[in-house]
């Protein structure tokens, strides 16, 4: 996936990662994910309207939009940064 000025690896899963699943990308995954970030041509995109963006996005079967019923179904999930107690504590 990509997010403008940055490269970010994804992982998908149908429900969630698996319990206890390792979601941090590999050195693969980023060093892939930057080689095709170096081949994206940001002044074509920038002079895109977003309406271009969307169709161009829609048009992608390899990537078809999340259909309201999906969207609904989403979970916002939030990691907890702070650090926890061990047990020696």
Excluded: H
């Excluded at 970010?8 to 206890?20: I, L, T």
């Excluded at 080689?35 to 309207?49: F, R, S």
């Amino acid at each position: 996936m990509f997010i403008r000025g940055e490269v970010v690896s994804g992982v998908s899963y149908r429900c969630g990662p698996p319990a206890g699943a390792n979601v941090v990308p590999t050195k693969k995954q980023l060093a892939e994910a930057a080689k095709a970030a170096e081949k994206v041509d940001w002044a074509k995109l920038d002079a895109m309207t977003d309406e271009e963006i969307e169709a161009a996005a829609r048009s992608d079967p390899d990537n078809p939009p999340l259909t309201g019923e999906q969207l609904a179904r989403m979970r916002v999930m939030r990691r907890d940064r702070a650090k926890k107690p061990s047990a020696a504590e």
